[in-house]
């Protein structure tokens, strides 16, 4: 009816037949409507692509141009598409192996923070002058670490291995098992460190060997021979720290000698006794003792000594052993 009427009204405003010079018809108009009917997102859709087809443009070129744009329209197009959960899993579900490929699910920036924990003491390579002990360990100072290298990583752990009850605790513990694990398969020679100490605590409580190649095999700990060159490594330091330690001026020795006698097993040939004489000694630190150490001349058998002379001598108050020691002494009188 609005064509019809428009056409009506050209018609007569241009038909000279129509009317006089002198005579004035009126041209009725239709007018329209003030309130516009409300167009449903389907009919928006539809009215944008058919601007997009008049000027031979498609969606992707639309979308590729968005994404390279510089203006406004680029980052609001992306916070809403990152924004909007449905336009995401609808994305993700429509060819999903495909997306996943592409994404990678962040591997190389999980790749590079497992790197990164490469340049730390705990997940670096394994050396005599650091902690020996697999428990001595702080796990709160390793966990702030990995925070700090490998966040993303940490995160998602976190998501795979956490606890589902907030009451539980967290399993730090197991977090960086499973980063060792990672680094030690990675580099088995320099990132080594939680490994070797995991091997030497096995060793130290009687591990047998076939249990230890088994943990190296899962990637645990390190080798059996590994663990006994280790072994080695520490008993030669160990040899120079007490060589060094028992040359110094304050330093008390101790030793005793240790024989023992290893009888015969089974009635074979060649099966005998073994003697073993060992000795055994220990350096002490002494204290308040005078420059150029302790001699022979120095002692005066007509000073006598009593109990409370040799618990209570100024070198014995500075250690905790005697301060349990004291305080058993007067909690007995």
Known sequence: MEDSSSELSEIIVSSPSACSATEHVPVHTPQRSRRRRRQTNSQKLDKYLLLLKGDRWTIYDLVESLVKSEKRAKSLFIRRLHENKVVLDTLISYN?????????????????????????????????????????????????????????????????????????????????????????SRHRENCNNLPTLLGLHLHSHGARRRLIELMNHLGVSISYPAVNTT??????????????????????????????????????????????SVTTGEVIQGRDIPHGGLHQDMIDSEVELSIPDLVFAPGNLTGGIQTEVIFFLNGSQ
């Open 96 to 184: 999903k192996d495909d997306v996943l490929d592409r994404l990678n699910r962040g591997a190389t920036q999980l790749t590079k923070e497992v790197e990164l924990l490469a340049s730390t003491s705990y997940f670096g390579k394994w050396k005599l002058n650091q902690v020996t002990s697999f428990f001595d360990l702080d796990m709160t100072a390793v966990l702030d670490i990995i925070e700090q290298h490998a966040p993303r990583l940490l995160s998602f752990l976190r998501a795979l291995m956490g606890p589902s009850s907030s009451s539980r605790a967290e399993p730090v513990s197991r977090y960086i098992m499973v980063l060792a694990i990672i680094r030690f």
């Open 231 to 276: 072994v080695k490594a520490i008993s030669e330091k160990a040899k120079e720290d007490i060589a060094h330690a028992g040359s110094a001026e304050d330093s008390i020795t101790a030793y005793d000698n240790f024989e023992q006698t290893m009888g015969v097993k089974e009635q074979r040939i060649g099966d005998n006794s073994e003697f073993n």
